[in-house]
Nanobody, 121 residues
Framework: QVQLVESGGGLVQPGGSLRLSCVAS????????MSWYRQAPGKQREVVAV???????NYADSVKDRFFISRDIPKNTASLQMNSLKPEDTAVYYC???????????????WGQGTQVTVSS
């Protein structure tokens, strides 16, 4: 099995920064993308940032130029650097990876448990 664990969430003031980390462990034969999603109370989950093969990154308009996604392939980790945070960024943030657990397996999504980010003064 594959496990994704997020960390780095917490309470931060508007304008502040947080860095979220996601560590993937278990049987990972290949990984073609890692993403960050978020879900605010009473709202649908939305994609925040996506990093694909070749380190091509895409961001939601709401976070563009403020958030930065990166990954360390040898360590099977991904990060989300969040700058200039706004109260609207308050949500549970989830790490997602599209991967194969073996060369014979189908591509599938793996999810972390989520980490709470609260932006408030």
């Amino acid at each position: 099995q594959v496990q994704l664990v997020e960390s780095g969430g917490g309470l931060v003031q508007p304008g502040g920064s947080l860095r979220l980390s996601c560590v993937a462990s278990g049987s990972i034969a290949a990984m073609r993308s890692m993403s960050w999603y978020r879900q605010a109370p009473g709202k649908q989950r939305e994609v925040v940032a996506v990093l694909t093969t070749g380190d091509s990154a895409n961001y939601a308009d709401s976070v563009k130029d403020r958030f930065f996604i990166s990954r360390d392939i040898p360590k099977n980790t991904a990060s989300l650097q969040m700058n200039s945070l706004k109260p609207e960024d308050t949500a549970v943030y989830y790490c997602n990876a599209n991967l194969k657990t073996s060369p014979f397996a189908a591509w599938r999504d793996a999810w972390g448990q989520g980490t709470q980010v609260t932006v408030s003064s």
